[in-house]
T-cell receptor
Framework: KQEVTQIPAALSVPEGENLVLNCSFTDSAIYNLQWFRQDPGKGLTSLLLIQSSQREQTSGRLNASLDKSSGRSTLYIAASQPGDSATYLCAPLSNFGNEKLTFGTGTRLTIIP | NAGVTQTPKFQVLKTGQSMTLQCAQDMNHEYMSWYRQDPGMGLRLIHYSVGAGITDQGEVPNGYNVSRSTTEDFPLRLLSAAPSQTSVYFC?????????????FGPGTRLTVL
């Protein structure tokens, strides 16, 4: 059974800093891994999707990396802004058995102006 | 496109009542799914569908029913609500290309069972 861990659970940093969010997963048999953003009381918005054959994906100030063999992914946010404050969730899509996304419990990020 | 829509946004039920949470998407996605989100537990898959007429159970299906009569709609039925079903429910959809699919989520339904 896939298990996903995100560390830290919460993070506060001053505006303008670069930061890294971590995600680890136990089963490397995945199609892809997605990073999502969730604002309080809202649904999830997909930020980046990394295919199993890829090492990283970039979108604007966001860069996600994937090391499937070690079961790790990181989300790098450059030049953080107060609008980046949200909960960030990672979710690998398993390619074995019941194909489904398994979510971590997320990292709650607060950017201090 | 409206994307993925869910109704209602909020609902309060009494134990034993039944109700249907509605989900619709206008992106012609084959794959649709329902998740529940509880504090400290992440999102967990309830049921999913890979196309009209095809549904299957996820991780926590007990107490819920689904059907998929059209590509656009995927309602979730609570047969006899229990306090343990108090949660936030999210519907999601995507195409079936496993390598590249992005999942699109609805805004959620916050359900309280008294």
């Amino acid at each position: 059974k896939q298990e996903v861990t995100q560390i830290p659970a919460a993070l506060s940093v001053p505006e303008g800093e670069n930061l890294v969010l971590n995600c680890s997963f136990t089963d490397s048999a995945i199609y892809n891994l997605q990073w999502f953003r969730q604002d309080p009381g809202k649904g999830l918005t997909s930020l980046l999707l990394i295919q199993s054959s890829q090492r990283e994906q970039t979108s604007g100030r966001l860069n996600a990396s994937l090391d499937k063999s070690s079961g790790r992914s990181t989300l790098y946010i450059a030049a953080s802004q107060p609008g980046d404050s949200a909960t960030y969730l990672c979710a690998p899509l398993s390619n074995f058995g019941n194909e489904k996304l398994t979510f971590g419990t997320g990292t709650r990020l607060t950017i201090i102006p | 496109n409206a994307g993925v829509t869910q109704t209602p946004k909020f609902q309060v039920l009494k134990t034993g009542q039944s109700m249907t949470l509605q989900c619709a998407q206008d992106m012609n996605h084959e794959y649709m799914s329902w998740y529940r989100q509880d504090p400290g537990m992440g999102l967990r898959l309830i049921h999913y569908s890979v196309g009209a007429g095809i549904t299957d159970q996820g991780e926590v299906p007990n107490g819920y029913n689904v059907s998929r009569s059209t590509t656009e709609d995927f309602p979730l039925r609570l047969l006899s609500a229990a306090p343990s079903q108090t949660s936030v429910y999210f519907c999601a959809s995507s195409y079936r290309d496993r390598e590249t699919d992005t999942q699109y989520f609805g805004p959620g339904t916050r359900l309280t069972v008294l």
